[in-house]
């Protein structure tokens, strides 16, 4: 079972099942939604999690929804309308984050022009991660069949 938690603890989850995706995502509304780039993200179906406290939600984007701890403002989830039953958690809540594995890249491109200026970051051809082919966005994710 896979756990994590906001900075202050008041907001806490647990997932009874295994994420379906786990990916990086670089894209701008990510990256300053999280203060971090890339942000990695743990796919659920929305049932599987349970929460601790309500968290504070916000709409950053058209039909993207995100939850944060009300107190210390931790980001913690990411909803989108086009996939109603789905949950994505912030993999930087995790308890135990050295499982974390992302499969995919997420705007990939946006990476490599932030970082080719400073030389930071692994090349296209480097990391563990793969990138979505005609991935522009969070709306370009699709769950595996």
Not at 75 to 103: H, K, Q, R
Request: charged residues 20%.
């Amino acid at each position: 079972m896979l756990s994590g938690r906001c900075r202050c603890g008041r907001v806490a989850w647990e997932a009874s099942a295994s994420p379906f995706r786990s990916v990086l995502c670089h894209c701008a509304d990510c990256r300053r939604s999280a203060g971090a780039s890339p942000v990695g993200y743990l796919g659920f179906p929305k049932p599987v999690v349970r929460w601790t406290a309500r968290r504070a939600f916000r709409a950053t984007s058209p039909g993207v929804t995100r939850g944060a701890c009300p107190d210390c403002g931790t980001f913690l989830s990411y909803m989108c309308t086009i996939w109603p039953g789905e949950l994505y958690l912030n993999a930087g809540t995790l308890d135990d984050p050295s499982g974390f594995v992302p499969e995919a890249h997420l705007n990939r491109a946006a990476r490599d022009v932030e970082g080719a200026a400073r030389g930071d970051g692994p090349s296209r051809r480097e990391g563990r991660g793969r990138q979505i082919s005609g991935a522009t966005g969070p709306s370009s994710w699709r769950r595996p069949a």
